[in-house]
């Protein structure tokens, strides 16, 4: 069992910067693929990043590349989003996940069927 916490939102104003964070209990953080996902008002979750589980390989969304990076400290049980130049359709709730999956490549990751544990969710919101 994993328990996954979310912290690091708030109000920005677009253009700015946050950065989230997700702790995790338990002593096997380091054997999951961590990720984070977002849902707008309205709108389905859909997948921001993903991180596999020794840090060294990392995916992302189109909507986040280049703005957003996904990192993580094993020691720490802490998986990391940092969010710059954001945008108001940035706003969303987002949610950190764990997989116990490990699949080749990014794809699979995409989806949250492929993730096992969830945390409750931190309010990220935009001001244009």
């Known amino acids: 069992q994993v328990q996954l916490v979310e912290s690091g939102g708030g109000l920005v104003q677009a253009g700015g910067s946050l950065r989230l964070s997700c702790a995790a209990s338990?002593?096997?953080?380091?054997?999951?693929?961590m990720g984070w996902f977002r849902q707008a008002p309205g709108k389905e979750r859909e997948f921001v990043a993903a991180?596999?589980?020794?840090?060294?390989?990392?995916c992302y969304a189109d909507s986040g590349k280049g703005r957003f990076t996904i990192s993580r400290d094993n020691a720490k049980n802490t998986v990391y989003l940092q969010m710059n130049s954001l945008k108001p359709e940035d706003t969303a709730v987002y949610y950190c996940?764990?997989?116990?999956?490990?699949?080749?490549?990014?794809?699979?990751?995409?989806?949250?069927?492929?993730?096992?544990?969830w945390g409750q969710g931190t309010q990220v919101t935009v001001s244009s």
């Open positions: 996940a764990a997989s116990s999956h490990t699949f080749f490549g990014c794809s699979l990751y995409y989806t949250g069927g492929s993730y096992d544990y």
């Open positions: 338990g002593r096997t953080f380091s054997s999951y693929v």
């Open positions: 991180i596999k589980q020794s840090g060294a390989n990392t």
